[in-house]
């Protein structure tokens, strides 16, 4: 009954819509057209003089970058103490040269170079090009082939745990032992002697001692941590068409889940000349997720690591003895619901006296100097309602530290990144980048100079040079040309912010509309998410074409985005919503945003609002209408992590908790497939190596038990994606069919430039 009355209600809105249609059609075949040609049109290539990208030549004070120019890429140099701005080499020179190497014609403009790196003395620059590595002399125009590059090795994939078995022999700061693993077991040997011996007895197989073993700096004693090991859990592939045999083939991918059992380490002392082992009582370090590798005190007298703790509410820094083997806290963050531990800064002072460390603790990110003799802090280094995002260098002889920090300025886009310096004891706040807009800065190894690249969404790149020591602009080097992009049609997507779902709060998203958007006519509304947590996802910095927003926009919609609460860098607090409670995904206050939107444009038709996402936004559009179908009408959904059970142990442990408990089911769309009520596309690539395609797998078998209609889209020898080519199609024809209730155009119609 449910189902058809769903199915009559889309029959009655697409009978009602046939009226607008029919006086302005949208979704026709035209529109598919002129919107794939938007790859074209709005091309990076017709924005000239951005994507300015400076390399500083350490212990110099010049730079070089590419220039995008009418007649293609220019190689620069640039002196930041003269001001002075020269031709890298002669490309004309460059290009014949590499034409006679290389076998093939080469454009002087379009020098197809890789991992360019320019020498101290700025006369020979390298770079890699058809597999092998190359000496260009700038003076004397000679081309050196210096040889093949060799075959990378296989990387260890992302979800793999290091055993810590692999380390090479260590041979001490004297040069006279060298450490190693044998049998499980800590080993050193007399380099002139040749001599070994066994320091450990109790390593095994189920117990062993991990091969990154550290020296002491006196070269007394070395460290290495005992491991007890754990069954690794794994998902398993099955690609279906390989292109090198017609039998499928099946992957298999190490993958911890929440919930999982995980390995426990101890740090043990050992002292090389006495055989003296020292191994520490673990009660501060005994529910361990991760205790980093240990790293000795300048002193030799004691190491240190860090411990963060299962379920992230506790994060220490230990310091053991290498006297007595005790352990104490230097530095502990305790939170009631979680510690961001992959947003920690940590800088442990060469002084061996201080340590600059960041937390979250007064709600904001900000920077502490702590006392390491006390293991309590000196001073705040920063403070205020604003978000230090990174360090980039600390100079410790003049106590000064370089960051970046977005919020600090009032008025403006509170996402939007500035750089700064400030003194250890937090004075002399200096601003370095003070126009509004998105920066990033690259200095020079001397950190005299900073090179500055800012933008908006609605306002194209400028790149300049300014003094680090006051921000002060020494000259311009690029300001970007759209004119082209002008002439073809483009339009800078808005900028707008509303009141969040407290009515208090101002969240920040992007409207994008159509190349030939009326005001007077009615427009579906489809959002696009990323909610997280842990970033910031609406874009800040300019770009010519979003590949989400750009082209689907043009085929009759509004597409927006905004960052609501759950997401990073406005305050721990508007981002702790996410905490137990990942279907939340911001969405109550997306809604209040996009309300607020269309009470301003009333040609948002808000009666049909459609939703999409990848990943976690494939999570979050399954939710937004399963949890939210009063406002949304149809959900694209692509990879989606459906079930934080299923999926991987850091992201959702993080931001779910440990142990495992029923916020997992409340958040879980499979649990919660029985409520859909309107149109659903799942996508999945089948050899998704980022989100288990169980996940996606899972909530269409709840689906169907629950009798519910939807449509599942598998990707043949697809990773984790959005749905490549043809699934950006099918989104297409979904929201088209469903949110302007018409028929898409016959495929064999549409060009789509493939």
């Known amino acids: 009954m449910e189902n058809n009355l769903f199915k009559s209600g889309v029959l009655l809105f697409a009978l009602g819509s046939m009226s607008c249609i029919s006086l302005w059609a949208q979704g026709t075949v035209e529109d598919y057209n002129r919107a794939y040609a938007l790859r074209e049109k709005y091309n990076a290539k017709h924005v000239l003089y951005a994507g300015v990208v400076p390399h500083w ?52 403009y379009n020098l197809p170079l890789q991992n360019c790196r320019l020498n101290i003395s700025l006369d020979t620059l390298r770079f890699q090009l058809d597999g092998k590595f190359w000496a260009y002399s700038i003076k004397n125009n000679r081309l050196l082939d210096e040889g093949a590059i ?84 794994y998902v398993y592939y099955v690609e279906s068409s390989p292109a090198d045999q017609a039998q499928p083939k099946l992957h298999k991918q190490e993958y911890a889940k929440p919930g999982d059992e995980l390995r426990f380490k101890v740090p043990c002392i050992f002292e090389v000349e006495s055989g003296r082992r020292l191994i520490p009582s673990t009660e501060l370090f005994s529910h361990q997720y991760e205790l980093s590798g240990p790293m000795w005190n300048a002193d030799s007298k004691a190491i240190t690591f860090e411990y963060n703790e299962r379920g992230h509410k506790v994060y220490r820094v230990l310091e053991m003895s290498a006297v007595d083997g005790s352990v104490r806290t230097l530095i502990e963050e305790k939170e ?69 920090a977005n919020g600090m300025k009032k008025g403006e886009d509170p996402y939007l990144i500035h750089y700064y310096k400030i ?124 590949w989400w927003m750009t082209s689907l926009a043009e085929l009759g919609f509004i597409v927006v985005q905004v960052d609501g609460m759950t997401t990073s860098f406005r305050s721990k607090e508007f981002e702790e919503v996410c905490y137990k409670n990942l279907k939340d995904a911001g969405l109550p206050d997306h809604i209040a945003w996009i309300k607020a939107a269309a009470q301003k444009y009333p040609y948002m038709d808000i009666d049909r609002v459609g939703i999409f996402g990848c990943s976690a936004g494939g999570q979050e559009s399954t939710g937004a209408v399963l949890f939210h179908p009063e406002f949304y009408k149809a959900a694209y959904s692509a990879c989606g992590c459906h079930d934080n059970r299923m999926d991987k142990i850091w992201w959702n442990e993080l931001w779910m908790g440990y ?96």
């Open 336 to 404: 009631e619901k979680y510690v961001n531990y992959p947003r920690i800064y940590r800088n442990y002072l060469s002084d061996g006296k201080r340590i600059i460390w960041s937390s979250e603790r007064d709600n904001y990110n900000h920077l502490y100097l702590y006392d390491r003799a006390t293991g309590k802090p000196l001073n705040q280094i920063t403070k205020g309602e604003w978000y230090v995002r990174g360090v980039q260098h600390v100079d410790e002889a003049n106590e000064v530290i370089y960051f970046s």
């Open 659 to 754: 142990p495992v408990d029923e916020s997992y089911s409340a958040c879980s769309n499979v649990d919660n497939a029985h409520l859909l009520s309107r149109p659903l596309m799942l996508v999945v690539g089948e050899l998704d190596d980022n989100v288990d395609p169980a996940s996606t797998m899972q909530v269409a078998n709840a689906l169907i038990k629950a009798n519910k209609d939807f449509e599942l889209v598998v990707i043949p020898g697809a990773h984790h994606t959005m749905g490549e080519d043809f699934g950006e199609h099918k989104r297409y024809d979904f929201f088209v069919r469903h949110l302007m209730g018409i028929t898409p155009p016959s495929w064999d119609k549409v060009k789509t430039g493939k």
């Open 423 to 546: 003194n250890f004891d937090g004075s002399n706040l200096v601003e370095l980048t003070p126009e509004e807009g998105m920066h990033q800065c690259w200095y020079s190894s001397d950190y005299k100079y900073l090179v500055d690249v800012y933008s908006k969404v609605d306002q194209a790149p400028i790149a300049v040079l300014r003094d680090a020591k006051n921000g002060k602009i020494r000259m311009q080097l690029d300001k970007a040309d759209i004119s082209a992009l002008l002439a073809n049609g483009w339009k800078a997507p808005e900028v707008f912010s509303a009141k969040g779902r407290d009515g208090k709060t101002d969240m920040w998203g992007v409207i994008y509309r159509p190349s030939n958007f009326d005001p007077s006519k009615k427009y579906p509304v489809i959002e696009y998410i990323y909610s997280g947590p842990g970033d910031q996802y609406v874009p800040k910095t300019f770009s010519s074409y979003n």
């Open 150 to 233: 060799p075959p990378r090795g296989k990387e260890r994939h992302w979800m793999e745990v290091d055993d810590e078995k692999e380390g090479r022999p260590v041979t001490s700061p004297d040069g006279k032992w060298t450490a190693f693993i044998k049998n499980d077991n800590v080993y050193v040997r007399e380099v002139a002697k040749g001599k070994e011996k066994q320091l450990s007895q109790d390593g095994t197989l189920s117990n062993y001692y991990s091969s990154y073993i550290q020296w002491s700096p006196d070269s007394k004693s070395v460290v290495s941590c005992r491991i007890r090991p754990v069954e690794k859990r």
């Open 57 to 108: 030549v350490d212990q110099t004070s010049a730079f070089w970058y590419v220039r995008q120019t009418e007649k293609g890429k220019e190689y620069v140099k640039v002196d930041a103490a003269s001001k002075k701005r020269t031709a890298l080499f002669d490309q004309q020179k460059m290009a014949a040269a590499l034409t006679e190497k290389a076998g093939r014609e080469i454009n002087a």
